[in-house]
């Protein structure tokens, strides 16, 4: 009985030993800094989460920047988050005359896991084209690309496989939350008013190459707005703090302004 006591005992020890040892390796920093369940996704998993985003958009929390142009190119960041953590980012733009753009940054945990860009360029025989490439821990792994001459033909139309061009493209995630949170070379100041006969414009820039530039339409005149047109100079280089919204022909409108005090 004393020898069965022994053991018994000797058996308990050595599984509360192996439970510590567990719990310590649980609670190690770097215990789970490799994501086995993300590393195992396949082009396949991601588009079906993907798939999964899309159907939640009117249920997820929206925000959206100003349209931004630079040269040519004109374009505005729309994040779509759920209890505060993103699950995708839009980059919508306009080059010009030459064609618009679409670009879908999907994110996990996150990290980039697929990067869909859609494309339509006016003087291109398949003037339709969507490129996706796959990541597994922000490292692209796959590339898939078709084109058509329509809309309607590109949704048949079959993948075929492409080299990754874009290898690091979760470095963009930062530029466009600056864009949305207005900072860094998205923190534009006013520079100016615009009169129209049928239409005015808050005009918000920076004095240096290559700035950004940004334009909220005004429709109510109130002290504020008075007040910067009456005498634009003396504002100039100054920073707004301005209440905006979307109109239906998707512009910046005016809502309310002050000068901001940092």
Known sequence: MKTTGIVLGAIIAVILFIIACDKLQSDHPQANIEMPREKALNETDIQTYADSVNLLLPQLEKQESLIYSLRDYSFQIVKYTENGKPLLFVEKGKNGESGIVEKMFYIKDGKLLLYSEMTQTHSNPEPFALTNIYFRNNIAFYAEQKKAGSDAALKTAAFKKAEPQHKELYSDLKHMEDALKQKGKFDLVFDGITEYPKARYLIMSKNEYNAYRAVIRVIKNDDFIRELSSNPS???????????TMNNDDEVV?????IKRD
């Not at 003396?234 to 905006?244: N, P, V």
């Not at 005016?254 to 002050?258: I, L």
């Open 254 to 258: 005016y809502v309310n302004g002050r």
């Open 234 to 244: 003396r504002y100039t280089g100054s920073k707004l703090d301005i209440d905006w």
